[in-house]
């Protein structure tokens, strides 16, 4: 017994060793990524407002101002804005150039002749090669991104003025970036469309968490400036979208499906893409939150396929198990072969078990399904379906310190194959484990800043 106990002591001390190290290389990390991030934002050479993906001009071509990748990108900008730099007028400024760009790339020439053009040049003229387009989902995260600039700037200058004519102008033909975007997805989220991974069409639990999210909050912001008819119509588009999002789930394989109504050749049905949409796209109103069941049940079945596919992750158990977009994946960051982890998706998985932490402590308790049981068990492995596990309990803070030091895991495979100088690629090598893909990806800083927010207790968005 006492051998026990001292081994057990030996045992924390040596964790609590790593994790400040862990912890203190977060901070530094957090700190890398926003100046990184910050320097793809309007770089020289680019129009103002223009947000690269990456500034990688070849093997991949990267240097576009992708709207899925900027508006997440933004999301970060605005987070600042509403919190720890209230006030700064680099920051008003940057966001109002993005609003500008944002319009023009609305209101100009695009090939698909709609808001779901993906990508636009750095001179925030349209890009017209071929592509997977529309994809429907940038402008909802656009929207949603801007709302909460709009509500920040009002409390923070007063100026409605401007909110009401460049943010939220309902008024036919001269609109303004928000009330387009919710228009164009009240009017099109039932129409098939490319992916986030811009490969294939359906409709796509992704796309759709983050319409849904949109129009509700678009609704209230409606309401808000006195447009009241349209609030009414997006919360009724954005209930038909709850209906949409629930026949996802496949119930004989336990799995929240990634697309319907689909081109696509994918068999397992898993996909990074869920877990994203939750966490872009909860709404706040416990439909498909953090820690919803079938999506805990998804995000286990994810990860055992992952381990189990790259050599990074069985060759060395020690890290927890690098994430990719999917398993069927064969883009490797340039070309095609075999796909890779994806520093965006382990980020994303690290980002999930901190806000489903955060969740179960909001709700107080810890319900047991047969749905995320397999995932419970991982943090308390005496877990049973049907238990409920209440705010003070043992089950209940086993749980919940297994769900922060699983997130803190995910970092610290970040931290294992992050290059030196603490830069970020798209992905890591399956076999290797250095980074490849584009050098410097914006999405990656971002998704390493929103992980390290929640892990904060202060999450972003
Ligand atoms: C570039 C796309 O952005 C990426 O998602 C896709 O996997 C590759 N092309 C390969 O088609
Ligand atoms: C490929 C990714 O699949 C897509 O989601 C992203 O928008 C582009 N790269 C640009 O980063």
């Not at 429907?136 to 509500?151: E, H, M, Q, S, V």
């Not at 009002?154 to 303004?176: C, E, H, M, N, R």
Request: aromatic share 14%; with cysteine.
């Amino acid at each position: 017994m006492v051998s026990i106990k001292f081994s057990l002591i030996a045992v924390c001390l040596a964790a609590a060793t790593t994790n400040a190290q862990l912890a203190s290389w977060i901070t530094n990390e957090t700190s890398i990524a926003y100046t990184k991030m910050y320097a793809n934002i309007q770089p020289s050479g680019t129009v103002s407002g223009c947000v690269i993906a990456s500034p990688s001009k070849s093997n991949p071509d990267y240097y576009y101002h992708w709207v899925r990748d900027a508006a997440m990108t933004m999301k970060v900008v605005v987070n600042q804005y509403n919190t720890t730099r209230a006030g700064d007028s680099t920051l008003v400024s940057m966001l109002k150039n993005f609003v500008t760009f944002s319009r023009t790339g609305q209101t100009e020439y695009t090939r698909c002749g709609c808001l779901g053009e993906p990508k636009f040049h750095v001179d925030g003229t349209s890009y017209t090669g071929d592509w997977g387009r529309p994809q429907n989902d940038g402008p909802a995260i656009r929207a949603t991104a801007l709302i909460k600039f709009a509500y920040s700037y009002i409390a923070q200058t007063g100026d409605v003025a401007y909110v009401k004519s460049k943010l939220y102008d309902s008024a036919l033909p001269t609109y303004s970036v928000i009330k387009a975007d919710l228009e164009y997805v009240a009017h099109n989220w039932q129409s098939t469309c490319f992916d986030l991974w811009e490969e294939v069409t359906g409709l796509h639990f992704f796309t759709l968490m983050v319409q849904r999210r949109a129009l509700i909050e678009g609704a209230a912001f409606a309401n808000y400036l006195g447009d009241t008819g349209a609030g009414t119509s997006y919360l009724q588009q954005a209930a038909s979208i709850l209906t949409s999002l629930n026949t996802f789930w496949d119930s004989s394989n336990g799995l929240i499906q990634t697309s319907l109504s689909s081109s696509s050749s994918k068999t397992s049905g898993l996909d990074t893409a869920q877990i994203l949409g939750v966490l872009h796209g909860y709404a706040n109103d416990g439909q498909f939150s953090p820690n919803n069941d079938k999506l805990l049940a998804t995000t286990y079945l994810l990860k055992q396929r992952f381990q189990n596919l790259y050599p990074i992750n069985y060759n060395n158990p020690t890290y927890a198990t690098a994430i990719g977009r999917y398993p069927e994946d064969v883009y490797n960051g340039v070309g095609t072969s075999q796909g890779n982890p994806w520093i965006l998706c382990t980020a994303a998985f690290a980002e999930l078990y901190y806000k489903a932490a955060i969740t179960y402590n909001q709700d107080g308790k810890i319900y047991v399904t047969s749905n995320n049981l397999n995932f419970l068990k991982q943090f308390y492995s005496s877990a049973t379906s049907g238990a409920i596990y209440s705010s003070g309990s043992t089950e209940f803070t086993t749980i919940i310190n297994g769900l922060n030091a699983g997130g803190d895991a995910f970092l610290n495979t970040i931290k294992w194959h992050a290059n030196t100088d603490g830069s970020l690629g798209e992905e890591w090598d399956r076999t290797r484990g250095y980074n490849t893909g584009a050098a410097d990806l914006t999405w990656s800083y971002a998704s390493f800043i929103t992980a390290s927010l929640a892990r904060a207790g202060t999450p972003a968005f």
